[in-house]
């Protein structure tokens, strides 16, 4: 079930300021309910499991202008068919993953869209890079071939605050400017006001558009 109409969607869409983009995370709801809100404008929908993305594009064949993003865990054997499928990956949360994208990546002759995880704070249910991690690996990160680098991305630890959340926002906004990235995906349906006065240029909102799955 789809929670927005089309007048919710345009409060929401009004409340946006111009430069950060919306991507609907679809994950868990019906082919239907994506093509629902593509007639509200929507273009840019996330997926979290490849079959279920699959399954989903195969119904949504006619709609060729939507734009695909993976958000989930990418598991290293599940990369070859995530490049074909998507033009996205938000969760690239590792240098041997990288590597391996940017190999296949090669070998399928696509540049995907990349956004580097990061963890700002430590937090063992979230993986990612620590940032001194990926200041170490940046001059081989930027070297790989076939990897169409845009920005980062982060997802607070449940326990913060508001005000925590929004700083952790900020400092994500001034790690990708210091390496001249110029996206941050970053805000979720209970965040997103904060990760918009920190900087971000995609919110990733799915409960807030299509209700609890």
């Not at 070297?143 to 845009?150: D, E, Q, V």
């Amino acid at each position: 079930m789809i929670l927005t109409g089309s007048n919710e969607f345009k409060i929401i869409k009004d409340s946006i300021p111009l430069g950060v983009n919306l991507l609907a995370v679809s994950k868990g709801h019906r082919h239907d309910s994506i093509r629902k809100l593509s007639g509200y404008g929507q273009l840019d929908f996330g997926e979290s499991r490849l079959q279920e993305a699959i399954l989903k594009k195969i119904d949504l064949s006619d709609l060729t202008q939507l734009r695909w993003h993976f958000v989930g865990t990418l598991q290293k054997n599940k990369v070859r068919r995530v490049i074909k499928e998507f033009d996205f990956i938000h969760s690239v949360d590792s240098l041997p993953l990288l590597e391996r994208i940017s190999r296949i990546s090669q070998e399928e002759q696509k540049s995907p869209n990349i956004f580097l995880q990061v963890k700002f704070i430590e937090d063992p249910n979230k993986g990612g890079f620590l940032k001194e991690e990926l200041l170490k690996s940046w001059s081989k990160i930027i070297s790989l071939k076939n990897i169409n680098l845009i920005g980062l991305m982060t997802i607070p630890p449940i326990v913060l605050n508001s005000s925590q959340r929004k700083d952790l926002f900020c400092e994500c906004r001034n790690f990708a400017n210091h390496l001249g990235l110029k996206d941050c995906s970053m805000g979720m349906s209970n965040d997103w006001q904060e990760a918009i006065q920190g900087g971000a240029t995609w919110i990733r909102l799915g409960s807030l558009l299509f209700g609890k799955r």
